[in-house]
């Protein structure tokens, strides 16, 4: 088991920032990535940003070039730093962590107002 455990979020006006960070421990071991995944009221919850054992990282295509997913100096803890953030990225953000199996944090809102 792999137990997750986010931190950060809150309210922001357009254009500033917020930084999410997530803390993994347990089995950590046999953790493959680490990722962000957000979901709003009555849509499906979407892959934000990951970043895997082996360094690759994927984004999606509505936050490439404003969020950055990066690795802790703490072990197994990953931060999603989010700049110029827009009312559309308002969410529930959801830390994820792909080990044996899929384990998920109790989620953060992200609120961004216009």
């Known amino acids: 088991q792999v137990q997750v455990v986010e931190s950060g979020g809150g309210s922001v006006q357009a254009g500033g920032s917020l930084r999410l960070s997530c803390a993994a421990s347990?089995?950590?071991?046999?953790?493959?990535?680490m990722g962000w995944y957000r979901q709003t009221p009555g849509e499906q919850r979407e892959l934000v940003a990951r970043?895997?054992?082996?360094?690759?990282?994927d984004y999606a295509d509505s936050v490439k070039g404003r969020f950055a997913i990066a690795r802790g100096s703490a072990k197994d803890t990953v931060y999603l730093q989010m700049n110029s953030l827009k009312p559309e990225d308002t969410a529930v953000y959801y830390c994820?962590?792909?080990?044996?199996?899929?384990?998920w944090g109790q989620g953060t809102q992200v609120t961004v107002s216009s």
């Open positions: 347990g089995r950590t071991f046999t953790i493959k990535s």
């Open positions: 970043l895997t054992v082996d360094d690759r990282t």
């Open positions: 994820n962590v792909m080990a044996l199996g899929d384990f």
